[in-house]
T-cell receptor, first 111, second 113 residues
């Protein structure tokens, strides 16, 4: 399967700080997605990106679809304790019917 | 409430004993999928189904079977489980094969000894 490299693997930040994480692929994607997984639950979709260069926000979250179509980043501004969890990027390639996921970024917010 | 349900949530079994993990969605979704999640590897797709009676292999299908006889149900079958299938399994569904808006179930933690 396609490899998605997600970094960093983990982050420890103080409440109120901004967070940035990114995802790169060896292949181009038509769609980039960002999910959050809370302990004991399944991933929940945060943001979906459908066009190269697209910048999309969802509250304190902002994500961008890289212009090369091989990367994406997610920013979280003014982090709060409930932002704790694992964040996954995912991509869908041209003509594909399945998603490929990154390995996840585990975020810890220190109050 | 719109949801994806999985049963059981936890299962400990022995090598070679056939098991089935059920998945059901109440959103009339066409597309359903199974993933396994392992530390350091993220989620990897096992099988997916575009619609009733239409299934296809994902990234890691070996050792698994699925069926899609009804739209709402998509069971995952392990005919002869092995320890390397110890993992956290997620079922997901979406309205169409445009799968970006996938809804995930709560997960099934399987241990094979």
């Amino acid at each position: 399967g396609q490899q998605l490299n997600q970094s960093p693997q983990s982050m420890f930040i103080q409440e109120g700080e901004d967070v940035s994480m990114n995802c790169t692929s060896s292949s181009i994607f038509n769609t980039w997605l960002w999910y959050k997984q809370d302990p004991g639950e399944g991933p929940v979709l945060l943001i979906a990106l459908y066009k190269a260069g697209e910048l999309t926000s969802n509250g304190r979250l902002t994500a961008q679809f890289g212009i090369t179509r091989k990367d994406s980043f997610l920013n979280i501004s003014a982090s709060i304790p409930s932002d704790v969890g694992i964040y996954f990027c995912a991509g869908q390639g041209p003509g594909a019917n399945n998603l490929f996921f990154g390995t996840g970024t585990r975020l810890t917010v220190i109050p | 409430e719109a949801q994806v349900t999985q049963n059981p949530r936890y299962l400990i079994t022995v090598t070679g004993k056939k098991l089935t993990v059920t998945c059901s969605q109440n959103m009339n979704h066409e597309y359903m999928s199974w993933y396994r999640q392992d530390p350091g590897l993220g989620l990897r797709q096992i099988y997916y189904s575009m619609n009733v009676e239409v299934t296809d292999k994902g990234d890691v299908p070996e050792g698994y079977k699925v069926s899609r006889k009804e739209k709402r149900n998509f069971p995952l079958i392990l005919e002869s489980p092995s320890p390397n299938q110890t993992s956290l399994y997620f079922c997901a569904s979406s309205y169409t094969p445009s799968i970006y808006e996938q809804y995930f179930g709560p997960g099934t933690r399987l241990t094979v000894t």
